[in-house]
């Protein structure tokens, strides 16, 4: 098989604001929903100083520059460059987001910018978060002084990262804030709603005529039956269009289909409540899926899903501590263990097929799709670190598997314009703290000094290659 990729494909990594920058509390930043919740007694970890991106920017570009790593995802923190949400704009935020993006381009690390990476500000989560439509002019609003400070030198942005972990996290499995479980009908409605505020800000974009391209990152979790009777089939296409299909639709075909919508139906009827639209939001879906530039997909696992009939029930593992986890909503499903695929200590089964079945998903029922980008896709591990040296082999063996299946999905004529492995350094998991680590750089969070990683090497030889190659391939 070609180890080849295609001429420009992009070797990044991934970060997001409050996951690296730290800092809080300077420079008149103001609260976002995670510092409220990070901070609350007993909380196990919080988010200062992470990595501290925001002073040690300039030796992570550096370290990316190093190593042949060609992009970065970052995120905007709203509530740095508009401590209310709204209202008077804080210098020092755009001062920061100024310095970084020109840092970026200084070291040839292209800078592909998203918006919105869970960190809605404070007032406005507690004003009722995605459910309450105020809140989709406010991110407008936002946007529009977001392009118009950097939209001369981005040109890669992102509208959201990942609405359905706002959903699913916060509404349904209950580890990320407000920690509801089982509330179907607010998921489903905060799904539309942040596709309406996603729509109207690409929208707008391509108003402004500014050089860059703009589109979405969703994760888009592969879905297969556990085995293949009408009834899995079933909670496998309910699974799917609860997590993935529904907002796809929204992106590219302007509108939900009539599967899509008789899925969600039957999961709104089983566990009630119903979804609220408005005749505009059609209008401003169909306007943007006609000028969205590319999708941001981020992809670590797929669930393997038996029909089922009880109650909601989920045990989230957050610790690592392998096969604690239970996963089963009423009306969808049960996401059960399929004893044939490996799983992470975070039991998120690996399954690179999945990865592939998701591009060719795209390319045949969303042709309007333009170019894709794996904007996430990474293994979490608890690196051991000795005398400076990780050996993380696991992490790239990981990682070459989906890539090997990328590169299938290329020679099949599915347009992939790169790869943001997540993550860059190591930084803070939202609902897993700091032990379990993404990064091609280790951070020692005490010191904040980097070391590269066995796999930091590979995929610095990759990049120069422009090829897959195995680790036994590196000089040393
Ligand atoms: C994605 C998020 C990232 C990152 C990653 C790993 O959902 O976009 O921000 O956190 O998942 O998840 P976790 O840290 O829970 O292992």
Redesign the pocket.
């Known amino acids: 098989m070609a180890q080849k990729f295609p001429e420009g494909f992009i070797f990044g990594g ?1 970060t ?1 604001a409050y ?1 690296v920058e730290g800092a809080t509390r300077e420079d008149g930043r103001g609260p976002c929903v995670w510092d409220e919740y990070m901070n609350r007694p007993g909380a196990r970890f919080n988010a200062d100083p992470a990595s501290d991106f925001y002073h040690q920017y300039k030796q992570d570009l550096q370290l990316a520059h190093d190593f042949n790593i060609k992009g970065i995802r970052i995120s905007l923190s709203w509530t740095r460059i508009l401590p209310e949400g709204e209202g008077k704009v804080n210098q020092a935020g755009i001062d920061y987001y100024n310095k970084l993006i020109d840092e970026c381009i200084d070291k040839g690390v292209e800078p592909f910018v998203t918006l919105h ?2 960190d809605t500000p404070l007032k406005y989560f507690q004003n009722g978060h995605w459910l309450n439509r105020d809140l989709i002019d406010k991110f407008v609003a936002y946007a529009k002084i977001c392009f118009e400070a950097f939209g001369d030198r981005v040109m890669k942005w992102a509208t959201f ?2 609405p359905w ?1 706002i959903a699913q996290n916060g509404y349904l499995a209950g580890n990320f804030p407000p920690n509801e479980t089982f509330q179907i009908e607010k998921a489903i409605q905060i799904e539309h709603n942040l596709m309406v505020a996603h729509a109207k800000a690409l929208n707008l974009y391509k108003s402004m005529n500014l050089p860059g391209r703009i589109g979405i ?1 969703h ?1 888009l979790e592969g879905k297969e039956a556990i085995t293949d009777t009408p009834e899995n089939k079933h909670a496998r296409d309910l699974d799917d269009a609860i997590s993935n299909r529904f907002m796809l639709d929204a992106c590219y075909l302007g509108k939900y289909s009539e599967t899509t919508m008789s899925l969600i139906q039957e999961i709104l009827q089983k566990n009630g409540g119903r979804l609220i639209t408005q005749p505009q939001d059609f209008e401003d879906f169909a306007k943007a899926a006609a000028q969205i530039d590319f999708l941001g997909m ?1 992809y ?1 696992s797929s669930h393997f899903l038996q029909a089922y009939d009880g109650e909601s029930q989920v045990v989230n593992n ?1 610790t690592g501590e392998k096969g604690t986890s239970v996963f089963c909503l009423k009306g969808i499903g049960a996401r059960v263990s399929n004893p044939d695929v490996p799983t992470t200590d ?1 039991d ?1 089964p690996i399954y690179p097929e999945g990865m592939y079945k998701q591009l060719r998903r795209i390319a045949q029922d969303y042709p309007n799709y333009k170019e894709i980008f794996i904007s ?1 896709n ?1 293994m ?1 591990y608890k690196d051991d670190f000795e005398d400076g040296k990780i050996d993380d082999t696991p992490r790239i063996d990981y990682v070459s598997q989906h890539l090997q299946f990328i590169l299938k999905a290329i020679a099949e004529g599915v347009n992939v314009g790169g790869y943001y492995i ?2 860059l350094m190591d ?6 703290g700091y032990n ?1 680590r ?1 990064g091609l750089f280790y951070v020692d969070y005490a010191t904040q000094k980097r070391y590269p990683k066995k796999s930091a090497y590979w995929y610095k030889e990759m990049s120069r290659r422009g090829e897959l190659i195995s680790a036994d391939e590196l000089a040393d």
């Open positions: 991934a997001a996951q990476h869970f990262n990942e972990s990152v994760t981020n670590y957050s975070w998120w996430e990474g979490g997540w993550s930084v803070l998991s939202w609902s897993n379990k993404y």
